[in-house]
């Protein structure tokens, strides 16, 4: 069976796992950005060859932090217990830094995303968090944010 990135990225530079839950939210919503952000990079070139600036317009718009705190309305009602109380952490943690086009809420939403698709992937629960990053892209599609 093959491993996991997680876990050859561990191997190859001798690095020891820690807990998901010791991490603060911002640094589960930091590795979460990147992990949701290849996730769609990975979808969006699945559809093949396309220029390189129409992919970056597709990926922004589900990326932008307005899309991922719409979302959030789709997901609250999917998710466990325990990945609502990470969202709330990553939601009401103090980040100094501020979302260029998204609402203070807006942004903090998106943060709480991100800190539970972080949290999932140092978990290593691929594919948990691949159908939650579903169930939020298909709701920004079909409009439709309160399954």
Same mark, same amino acid.
Do not use: C
């Given at each position: ?16 796992? &820690?807990? *998901? !839950? ?13 992990? /949701?952000?290849? $996730?769609?990079?990975? +979808?969006?070139?699945?559809? #093949? ?10 990926? !922004? ?6 899309? &991922?705190?719409?979302?959030?309305? *789709?997901?609250?009602?999917? +998710? ?6 990470? /969202? ?13 086009? *998204?609402? $203070? ?28 990053? *579903?169930?939020?892209?298909? !709701?920004?599609?079909? #409009?439709?944010?309160?399954?």
């Amino acid at each position: 069976m093959e491993e996991s990135l997680t876990e050859a990225i561990r191997e190859q530079f001798d690095l020891h796992p &820690q807990e *998901a !839950s010791e991490y603060s939210p911002l640094v589960l919503a930091w590795i979460g950005d990147v992990v /949701y952000e290849l $996730t769609l990079r990975t +979808m969006l070139i699945s559809g #093949g060859n396309r220029p390189v600036d129409k992919l970056n317009r597709a990926d !922004s718009r589900l990326a932008r932090a307005g899309a &991922q705190s719409a979302m959030v309305d *789709a997901l609250l009602p999917v +998710m466990s217990e325990e990945e609502q109380n990470i /969202y709330k952490r990553g939601r009401n943690a103090h980040s100094y830094t501020k979302a260029k086009s *998204a609402t $203070t809420g807006e942004y903090r939403r998106a943060t709480g995303f991100e800190a539970v698709i972080g949290y999932l992937y140092l978990k290593g629960r691929y594919r948990r968090l691949e159908e939650l990053i *579903a169930v939020g892209i298909k !709701s920004l599609q079909t #409009g439709k944010t309160d399954e």
